[in-house]
């Protein structure tokens, strides 16, 4: 059963709008969410994250949306560039540390972002 | 820079065979994690270790076992590789980040069992 679902896997967007990539999660434990992007051959790098008494959480160009009573969560890219496109992949865990802390992760959502 | 080295980077093996695959840090981080990542399955958790001779598993560890002998380095073994093992494996361990930890990631070993 996927506890982190992320719907689309793909998006195109032109440069300079926004890009929105959604992310759906069922497990009601999960409080802490985060946004990885990664580009072919590299590994995965943090981009963002949010914590459950938080709905909003800004920086630079990302910002992260969170709705815990949709358990739907978003990550908006403003404006988008060319070296935006990238797979990003969303995020959970119960908790933000400790000896229980790990991630459960979407199937990821590859962006293109068009000159 | 987490100081983090995966080796081999790359390997091409046969059904059957022993592999190993070594995560090396270099910042004396106690979590670390081996995740593996394929195309329609995003990332998901093999196994992970909060100290030293201290581990867990986790969602996919069948047909997988890990050591951790030393702080430093956190070894992924597969006993019998199969080609359902063919996969891109990612080594992460945890960095504070504004309060708040984060997964950072290697570069990854990309296994071919054939």
């Known amino acids: 059963d996927q506890q982190v679902k992320q719907n689309s896997p793909s998006l195109s967007v032109q440069e300079g709008r926004i890009s929105i990539l959604n992310c759906d999660y069922t497990?009601?434990?999960?409080?802490?969410f985060l946004w990885y992007k990664k580009y072919p051959a590299e590994g995965p790098t943090f981009l963002i994250s949010i914590s459950s008494i938080k709905d909003k959480n800004e920086d630079g160009r990302f910002t992260v949306f969170l709705n815990k009573s949709a358990k739907h969560l978003s990550l908006h890219i403003v404006p988008s560039q060319p070296g935006d496109s990238a797979v990003y992949f969303c995020?959970?865990?119960?908790?933000?540390?400790?000896?229980?802390?790990?991630?459960?992760f979407g199937k990821g959502t590859l962006l293109t972002v068009n000159p | 820079d987490a100081g983090i080295t995966q080796s081999p980077r790359h390997k091409v093996t046969e059904t059957g065979t022993p592999v190993t695959l070594r995560c090396h840090q270099t910042e004396n981080h106690r979590y670390m994690y081996w995740y593996r990542q394929d195309p329609g399955h995003g990332l998901r958790l093999i196994h992970y270790?909060?100290?030293?001779?201290?581990?867990d598993k986790g969602e996919v560890s069948d047909g997988y076992s890990v050591s951790r002998s030393k702080t430093e380095d956190f070894l992924l073994t597969l006993e019998s590789a199969t080609s359902s093992q063919t996969s891109v494996y990612f080594c992460a361990i945890t960095q504070d980040f504004s309060g708040a930890n984060v997964l950072t990631f290697g570069a990854g070993s990309r296994l071919t069992v054939l």
């Open positions: 995020a959970a865990s119960e908790g933000s540390g400790g000896s229980n802390y790990k991630l459960t």
């Open positions: 270790s909060y100290g030293v001779k201290d581990t």
């Open positions: 497990n009601s434990m999960f409080d802490y």
